[in-house]
């Protein structure tokens, strides 16, 4: 569309009069601002339009004006009031910000709260352990401190002359319990095993390990003395007097 | 009235919402838009709250204003123009669904206003050229609502408005070069 052509239909008058749809308002207000002769026209168009709104005037009565500005200081107080509005607002995001690092905090300290509640059982576990462990030495501790306990010290002969075992009898409960920490390291195809001597026979009272502390074995009646052997692991059902190592007279 | 720099300025200070300004400007442009406003509506108490609204909106909208596109007068016209337009369309649907009679009754208790009649120029101009210009500009009717409304063809229309124009532009330019003259002479 050239310049002449907007002229005749009568754009630039529509333009003024807010008339046009927005594709060509958009292009009415591109013509303008390229081409200076057109803007003169519409700048006298403007002109004459707001010239004939003067000469048309209507003094409104002054309420009108009473009315406006006092409308616009209640807009000015909802516009403090949004003011408010928005220190709520962000009073509100604060809180929510707070909120959010509060539960975050309680999920640390809960998370906290169950890992000391697993050390909790752990120690627990252990303090039970160590009761009974407690429990079990002491119960030991009074077998072989006991008045009527004999301790027996076996020690070894030639075959293993550093060898040294101490066995704790009680006739009255019936039981043994031995030492057999000083008996020296065997290869794991042979352990050590102790006898009973009752009237010329020898009667398994058990395995000796030498990891362990004490070991409790079984009491054997009228024993007259006690033998160790060295015996193929897991033990034997008759001796090996070939192997005896030490034994010692009740 | 031309665009001049003291509008610019106080434009400027309405953005800063500088209430006098804005006082400056009502005062300056207030009766040019009730005039129209009026003239468009045809009832005083409504034209006043349209006139109020109008101002309210320029005070909100004033960033919107771009001076380079235009005169200020133009684009508070449109402003003015397009909130009575859809007021009185507002009133029209209320019409239709409303009872006619008790309506008609209120309608005839309001006063009737005779501001139709132009002055200035306008005034002076041939009665379908004074017509096409006040239907257009004073009534808010479209181009093609204008020509059917005054029972002519649309080109017919265009050439009225055109023809108005000039004689507009030929009288405002004649009272332009009778002013530079006085002040020549004195």
């Known amino acids: 569309m050239d310049r002449k052509k907007l002229l005749e239909e009568g754009f630039l008058e529509k333009y003024l009069l807010d008339e046009l749809t927005d594709k060509e308002r958009q292009y009415v207000a591109e013509a303008l601002a390229s081409d200076p002769g057109l803007r003169k026209s519409y700048d006298e168009l403007e002109a004459d339009f707001e010239r004939m709104a003067f000469e048309n005037a ?60 697993e050390q909790t059982t752990v120690l627990q576990d252990r303090l039970n352990a160590l009761e009974e462990n407690y429990l079990l030495t002491n119960q030991r501790l009074k077998t072989i401190n006991g008045p009527q306990t004999i301790p027996l010290i076996l020690h070894g002969n030639d075959l293993v002359p550093n060898a040294r075992a ?29 006898w009973s001597d009752v009237e010329g026979e020898m009667i398994n009272m058990g395995l000796l390990k030498t990891d362990e502390e004490l070991i409790t074995l079984t009491y054997i009646e009228q024993a007259e003395s006690l033998n160790i052997t060295i015996e193929p692991a897991g033990g034997n059902d008759h001796p090996t007097v070939e192997k005896l190592i030490a034994y010692v007279t009740l | 009235m031309p665009h001049n720099n003291e509008d610019i300025s106080t434009i400027q200070r309405i953005r800063q ?87 008609k009754e209120k309608e005839d208790t309001e006063p009737q206003l005779d501001v139709a009649a132009l002055n200035g120029a306008v005034s002076k101009l041939e009665p379908h050229h004074q017509e096409a210009i006040s239907l257009v500009y004073f009534k808010g009717y479209t181009h093609r609502e204008a020509n059917e409304q005054m029972g002519v063809p649309l080109g017919t229309f265009k050439s009225y408005i055109r023809q108005a124009l000039q004689l507009l532009r030929e009288s405002y330019t004649k009272d332009f070069i009778l002013i530079g003259i006085l002040i020549n002479l004195f």
């Open chain 1, 58 to 117: 209507i003094t409104p009565s002054p309420q009108v004006k009473e009315r406006l500005f006092s409308s616009l200081e209640s807009t000015q107080t909802r516009t403090i009031s949004r003011t408010w509005l928005w220190a709520a607002a962000s009073l509100a995001a604060l809180f929510l910000l707070s909120s959010f690092w509060m539960y975050r905090q309680w999920k640390v300290s809960e998370r906290g709260f169950e890992q000391l509640q």
């Open chain 1, 166 to 194: 101490v066995a704790y009898v009680n006739h009255d409960n019936k039981m043994v319990v031995v030492n057999a920490q000083g008996l020296p390291q065997l290869p794991e195809d042979k352990t050590y095993q102790m």
């Open chain 2, 17 to 103: 919402k500088d209430k006098k300004a804005l006082q400056l400007l009502y005062d300056k442009y207030a009766p040019a838009l009730y005039g129209v406003i009026i003239r468009m509506c045809g009832n005083k108490e409504q034209a006043e709250d349209l006139l109020q609204e109008t101002f309210v909106k320029i005070w909100q909208k004033i960033e919107a204003y771009d001076p380079n596109k235009g005169k200020f007068y133009t684009w508070a016209y449109r402003i003015a123009k397009n909130l009575t337009l859809n007021t009185i369309r507002k009133k029209e649907i209320l019409i239709q669904n409303e009872d006619l009679s008790v309506y």
